[in-house]
């Protein structure tokens, strides 16, 4: 912890519950513990299928109309999911 790391972890969580700091790991929050937790969770999971993708070139990013649709496609996704026994 320096003032400037915390800078930045301020300045990249703007508008947002989540983000990554470079060599430090992931900064997760929510409404309660369990949110903060899932979301951190969820982080990480994305994360992971990044640097897997990159193992085999360079990732294709969504950007604005794309980006917009695949976002309005998955809202919602596993809200309503009944959880397996």
């Known amino acids: 912890g320096t003032q400037a790391l915390s800078d ?10 989540a983000c990554l700091l ?15 937790l899932a979301l951190a969770d969820k982080v990480e999971a994305l994360a992971r299928q ?3 993708a990159l193992a085999v070139g360079e990732p294709v990013l969504l950007q604005g109309e794309k980006l917009a649709e695949a976002i309005a496609k998955i809202s919602g996704y596993g809200l309503n999911a009944t959880p397996s026994p």
Do not use: C, T
């Open 22 to 36: 470079a060599n430090h790991g992931a900064i997760a929050f929510g409404p309660g513990l369990d949110e903060a």
């Open 8 to 17: 930045a972890a301020l300045e990249a969580l703007e508008g947002r519950k």
């Open 50 to 52: 990044y640097l897997a």
